[in-house]
């Protein structure tokens, strides 16, 4: 059980920010929100990760709702290379390190 | 930075097979998990190690599947007999576990078809 819903699939244009959003209504005040993202025919990779706070990275920002029931992943100028599933997980603090991936968002950008 | 090494690449064998797939991880890295990722059921965990010992081998399908870590830079998970409906691409990935992120390093998989 992943935990968190995603929509299956989103579209975006080159160049234009995207929204990839994600609801974990039932977290825990000691998980942490990990994003994932996985190209085409590779292994997934990291993207980002928060807590309460909003983060940015060079990759994306993270923008974590005061609830913390959901969250959303922006990538400020979409690549055709950002096309790639998107994979929002929940992450306890502590004890097992297992990350459950559920079918994330499949991310389609368009030139 | 040679990331996670994982051979072979590609494993195309007949059922009732033994097949085994190996590992490399990120040196200095102490966790090491492995995946299997199919369309029906997604990217799911299959095992993982802490510093060379299983911490959690729950998703370990049934009694045809073992994974050993005999040191701190290679793993190795064994499928015995194989069957077709292993047929999936293996994931693994390595982490450190004493920082607080733990972000996972993902190799680039192992495509395995069982005929």
């Known amino acids: 059980d992943a935990k968190t819903t995603q929509p299956n699939s989103m579209e975006s244009n080159e160049e234009e920010p995207v929204h990839l959003p994600c609801n974990h209504s039932?977290?825990?005040?000691?998980?942490?929100i990990h994003w994932y993202r996985q190209l085409p025919s590779q292994g997934p990779e990291y993207v980002i990760h928060?807590?309460?706070s909003n983060v940015n990275n060079r990759m994306a920002s993270l923008a974590i709702a005061e609830d913390r029931k959901s969250s959303t992943l922006i990538l400020h100028r979409a690549t055709l290379r950002d096309a790639a599933v998107y994979y929002c997980?929940?992450?306890?603090?502590?004890?097992?390190?297992?990350?459950?991936f559920g079918k994330g968002t499949k991310l389609t950008v368009n030139p | 930075d040679a990331g996670v090494i994982q051979s072979p690449r590609h494993e195309v064998t007949e059922m009732g097979q033994e097949v085994t797939l190996r590992c490399k991880p990120i040196?200095?890295?102490?966790?090491l998990f492995w995946y299997r990722q199919t369309m029906m059921r997604g990217l799911e965990l299959l095992i993982y190690?802490?510093?060379?010992?299983?911490?959690?081998d729950s998703g370990m399908p049934e009694d045809r599947f073992s994974a050993k870590m005999p040191n701190a830079s290679f793993s190795t998970l064994k499928i015995q007999p194989s069957e077709p409906r292993d047929s999936a691409v293996y994931f693994c990935?390595?982490?450190?576990?004493?920082?607080?992120?733990?972000?996972?390093?993902f190799g680039p998989g192992t495509r395995l078809t069982v005929t």
């Open positions: 990935a390595s982490s450190s576990s004493r920082g607080l992120v733990h972000e996972q390093y």
């Open positions: 039932t977290i825990s005040g000691t998980d942490y």
């Open positions: 928060g807590l309460t």
């Open positions: 997980i929940r992450r306890g603090q502590g004890g097992s390190e297992k990350l459950v």
């Open positions: 040196s200095g890295h102490n966790s």
């Open positions: 190690f802490n510093n060379n010992v299983p911490i959690d």
